[in-house]
C-alpha cells in the first residue's frame, strides 16, 4: 500500500515534468556543488527514510555534464570512516588541491560527546574517502561546530567556516588537513547579519534578518563583475530562524568586516523547515543548490536537493532567487552509443540505487510501472540497431520498455529480462531496435514491467549500438583478409575473423581465441593490429571489450573476468545457431584462451574453464606476497595456488628481463610441471610488439603456437619442440621448456 501511494504521488508531481528535486532515489539535504574538469559535482546528506529527526550516517555524491542527467556515484564516505564519529552526518562541502580532494564535514564526536570538523580525502572526486588524519580537526565539545564551508583565496590561503548560531573560521594550511592560529569567530552583529545573536537581542525589537546556520563562503569574480573591493567576499547562510529562508553578507575580506546584503531565497514553496545552499558557475551559466522536502513523503526530516539557474547582477550581488519545481534547462546532450550507467536519470519513479564492490551502484528496487527518463539523449549521428542493458534476477525477471518521449511515447525496443539466478549475477542482453529515427535530441524513457507486487530485477547500465566494422592495416599478411567487427549478440566484445566466412564449415572451422587486453581495457585498441593478424590466418579471435573505431586509447571502466567466460558462451551458442553466420563454422574442440598483462591475470583466473585446450599468457603472471603491493587496482590476483588449476598446455611470451612482468611471468613457469609449459622471451618491454605492423615479432610466435596447438600444424610445433626448437634459434628470441614439454 505504500508503494502505491508513493507512485500515485509520483504521478500527480510529474503532471509539470518536474526536474526538481533533481534526485528521487533517496532523500538528500544541504547540497554542495564543485566544477571539476568539466563536470559538476554535488555533494550531499543523506536523509534516512522516515526519520523523524536528523539521524543521517553517510554522505553521497551524483555528478553531470549537461545539468538534467544526474548520475549517482553512491556513498563514499560514511560516519564509519572516522573511528571518532558515532551519530549526525550533517552538512559537508568538498574542494580540489593539488590534485586531491578534502571534503570537509560535521558529525557526532564521542571523544568530546559535542559535534566537531573533520577531514576527508581521496585522489578522486567520487572517492573513496578516508580520513585524513584520524581524529576531528577542531572540536572543543561545544554543539556549535555543524555546517563547514571551505575556500581557496586567490593568494592560495583556504579558509574554513562554520557554524550554528555563529560564524566560526581557521586558515588552513598548505596541506588542507591542519590549520595555523586560533579559532576565529565573525562578530554576530546586526550590521553583519542584521540582526545579533539569539542572546544579545534587544526583547521586543524588530529586525531585519538573522543568521542561523549553513554558511557558503565565496568570492566575486572582479573581472566578471562591477563589484566593489569591500563586498567582493560573500556569505550566503540559512536564516531567520525555523523556518529558514537564504539570506547574505558581504565583506571586504573572509575575516570582515561583513555587511548584510539581503535575502536571496525567501520564504514558501520548498515544504522544508531547513535550507542549505551552494552556489557554483558552470558552462558559462550560474547555479543556485538549495534543498526542500517536496519528494512524496518528504519534509523537514527527508528533504532533496533542487538547483535554479540564476544570472547575477551587474555587481555581482544576487538577484532573488525563487524556487521552481521545473528545474533547469540542459546545456549539454547524452549519448546513447556510449555505456551509460542505469543510475543515471534525469528523472524516476519507484526505484533506488544500491552499490557494491564489484560493479559500483546500481538501480534496484525495480517494480512493475517505475520508469526512468533521461533528458537530451542525443541520436542523431546515426541510427541505432540494437539496444543493451545489463541486468540481475533473482526471480521471475521482466521486461524494460524503451520508449521516446513518454512512458506510453513511440517503443523502441521490448528487452525481455529473464531469471539469471541471482539479484547480482548479471547478464548482458541485447535486443533489435524498431522503426528508429531522429533528427534532434530526445527525452528516453526506460519503463519496467512484469509481475505486480515483487522487485522484478537490477539493471546495471545500458548503450544503444551501432553496426560496426572496420578493416585494420591490410586485412592482415595471412591468406584470409580479417576484418574487426562488433556483434549486437555479444555486447562489449570485439571480433576479430576472416572478412569471407563462405570458405569455413564443419569440415574446415575456425579455431577460438580469446583474448583479455592489456590493463584490464575494455577495449582491444593497443592489439588490434595483433588480434587481426592471427585473424588472417584462419582463426576467429573474441577480445574482451568495445570495437576501437579509431586509434584513439580506451580510457572508460576496466573490463571483468567474467567477459571472457561471456566469449566462450557465445562461441558455442552460435555455433549451434542456423541464423549466425558461424554457424558449424566454429572449431569448439580447440579454444585457445589467451591475453596480455592484466589480461593475462584474467586468463589465469579462467585457466580451470573446461572448454579451453590451450593458454597463452603475455607480458605476465601472476603476483605473489612480496610484490602484490605494485599491482594496480582492479586486476584479479589469484594466488600462485591458482597455477594447479592449469589443465592445459601453457606458453609464456614475455618482453624480457625489461619487462615489468618477467619476474612474475618466469616464476610462473618454473612454478609449472604438472602440464606442459614454455617460456619465449624477446627482451623489448612490457609493450612486446604489438602495435608494430601486424602485430611484430609477437604475432609470428602467437600464430605458431597457435598453429601447433588449435591446427596440429607440425611444421609449427618445430618452433618449440625436439632438441633444437627453431624458436630459440629466431633472433633475439629465448625459449625455455619444463619437463613435460616435448
Not at 526505484?351 to 551502484?361: F, P
Not at 539479484?423 to 529515427?437: F, M, R, Y
Not at 605494485?630 to 592445459?648: R, Y
Request: with cysteine.
Amino acid at each position: 500500500m505504500k508503494k502505491t501511494l508513493l507512485l500515485c504521488a509520483l504521478c500527480t508531481a510529474l503532471n509539470g515534468f518536474a526536474q526538481n528535486p533533481f534526485v528521487q532515489t533517496w532523500f538528500t539535504s544541504d547540497p554542495a556543488p564543485m566544477v571539476h574538469n568539466g563536470t559538476m559535482y554535488v555533494y550531499t546528506g543523506h536523509d534516512e527514510d522516515g526519520a523523524d529527526f536528523f539521524w543521517m550516517q553517510e554522505w553521497r555524491v551524483y555528478s553531470t555534464t549537461d545539468m538534467v542527467n544526474w548520475t549517482d556515484h553512491g556513498s563514499p564516505l560514511a560516519l564509519e570512516s572516522f573511528s571518532w564519529a558515532d551519530d549526525r552526518a550533517w552538512a559537508a562541502q568538498t574542494i580540489e588541491c593539488n590534485g586531491k580532494f578534502y571534503w570537509y564535514v560535521c558529525a557526532h564526536s564521542k571523544i568530546s560527546n559535542g559535534m566537531a570538523i573533520g577531514v576527508a580525502v581521496s585522489d578522486s572526486p567520487t572517492g573513496p574517502f578516508r580520513d585524513a588524519i584520524g581524529k576531528p580537526l577542531f572540536e572543543n565539545g561545544s554543539w556549535d561546530h555543524i555546517d563547514p564551508t571551505v575556500m581557496i583565496d586567490d593568494d592560495g590561503q583556504a579558509w574554513l567556516m562554520w557554524g550554528n548560531p555563529r560564524v566560526y573560521y581557521l586558515k588552513l594550511r598548505n596541506d588542507m588537513i591542519s590549520y595555523e592560529g586560533e579559532l576565529g569567530m565573525l562578530p554576530m552583529t546586526e550590521e553583519a547579519f542584521g540582526s545579533p545573536s539569539m542572546r544579545e537581542r534587544e526583547k521586543g525589537k524588530q529586525y531585519k534578518d538573522s543568521y542561523v546556520e549553513g554558511p557558503w563562503i565565496r568570492k566575486v569574480d572582479a573581472t566578471k563583475y562591477n563589484v566593489p573591493n569591500d563586498k567582493r567576499y560573500q556569505l550566503l547562510y540559512a536564516a531567520g530562524g525555523v523556518p529558514e529562508h537564504i539570506s547574505y553578507s558581504t565583506a571586504p575580506s573572509p575575516t570582515g568586516p561583513w555587511t548584510y546584503a539581503g535575502i536571496i531565497m525567501p520564504l514558501g514553496g520548498t515544504n522544508s523547515f531547513t535550507n542549505h545552499c551552494g552556489v557554483a558557475d558552470y558552462k558559462g551559466h550560474s547555479y543556485f543548490f538549495y534543498h526542500t522536502g517536496k519528494l512524496p513523503h518528504g519534509g523537514g526530516f527527508g528533504r532533496s536537493v533542487a538547483v535554479e539557474e540564476f544570472q547575477y547582477n551587474a555587481d555581482g550581488s544576487f538577484p532573488t532567487i525563487l524556487p521552481t519545481d521545473e528545474g533547469v534547462k540542459p546545456i549539454g546532450t547524452l549519448n546513447p552509443y556510449a555505456r551509460v550507467e542505469a543510475e543515471t536519470m534525469a528523472f524516476s519513479k519507484g526505484v533506488k540505487t544500491e552499490q557494491n564492490n564489484q560493479i559500483g551502484v546500481y538501480v534496484s528496487d525495480i517494480h512493475n510501472g517505475d520508469y526512468i527518463k533521461l533528458q537530451a539523449v542525443d541520436f542523431s549521428s546515426a541510427t541505432p540497431e540494437s539496444f543493451t542493458a545489463r541486468v540481475a534476477s533473482g526471480r521471475r525477471g521482466g521486461t524494460i520498455e524503451v520508449r521516446l518521449d513518454s512512458v506510453k511515447g513511440q517503443l523502441l525496443a521490448q528487452l525481455d529480462v529473464p531469471a539469471t539466478g541471482g539479484w547480482e549475477a548479471w547478464k548482458t542482453l541485447s535486443v533489435d531496435i524498431q522503426n528508429a529515427s531522429f533528427d534532434a535530441p530526445r527525452d528516453l524513457y526506460f519503463v519496467f514491467k512484469g509481475r505486480k507486487g515483487p522487485k522484478l530485477f537490477n539493471f546495471d547500465w545500458w548503450g544503444f549500438n551501432l553496426k560496426k566494422q572496420r578493416v585494420i592495416e591490410d586485412g592482415g599478411t595471412g591468406p584470409y583478409k580479417a576484418e574487426m567487427l562488433e556483434d549486437k549478440t555479444l555486447p562489449a566484445h570485439t571480433i576479430f575473423a576472416p572478412q569471407d566466412l563462405s570458405k569455413f564449415d564443419e569440415k574446415n572451422p575456425l579455431p577460438i581465441l580469446v583474448w583479455g587486453n592489456g590493463a584490464c581495457s575494455n577495449s582491444p585498441f593497443e592489439h588490434a593490429k595483433f588480434l587481426n593478424e592471427i585473424a588472417s590466418y584462419g582463426y576467429i579471435v573474441l577480445a574482451t571489450g568495445y570495437i576501437p573505431m579509431n586509434d584513439d586509447w580506451y580510457s572508460g571502466p576496466m573490463s571483468t573476468t567474467q567477459q571472457q567466460i561471456e566469449s566462450i558462451d557465445w562461441a558455442f551458442a552460435q555455433n549451434s545457431n542456423p541464423e549466425s553466420p558461424f554457424f558449424h563454422k566454429l572449431d569448439l574442440q580447440h579454444l585457445c584462451l589467451a591475453g596480455m598483462s592484466c589480461g593475462g591475470l584474467q586468463s589465469l583466473f579462467n585457466c580451470a574453464e573446461p572448454r579451453i585446450t590451450s593458454l597463452m599468457i603475455c607480458n605476465s603472471g601472476l603476483f605473489n606476497r612480496q610484490n602484490a603491493s605494485q599491482a594496480v587496482g582492479g586486476m584479479p590476483m589469484p594466488d600462485k595456488s591458482k597455477l594447479l588449476d592449469i589443465h592445459t598446455p601453457v606458453i609464456y611470451i614475455l618482453g624480457g628481463k625489461p619487462d615489468i612482468a618477467y619476474e612474475n611471468g618466469m616464476d610462473d613457469f618454473h612454478r609449472i610441471s604438472h602440464v606442459p609449459a614454455y617460456a619465449a622471451n624477446l627482451p623489448v618491454g612490457h609493450g612486446g610488439t604489438y602495435l608494430q605492423a601486424h602485430g611484430g615479432e609477437f604475432a609470428v610466435v602467437a600464430r605458431a603456437w597457435l598453429d601447433w596447438q588449435l591446427k596440429g600444424d607440425a611444421q609449427a610445433a618445430k618452433q618449440f619442440t625436439g632438441k633444437q626448437p627453431a624458436l630459440a634459434y629466431r633472433q633475439g628470441w629465448t625459449l625455455e621448456r619444463n619437463k613435460k614439454a616435448k
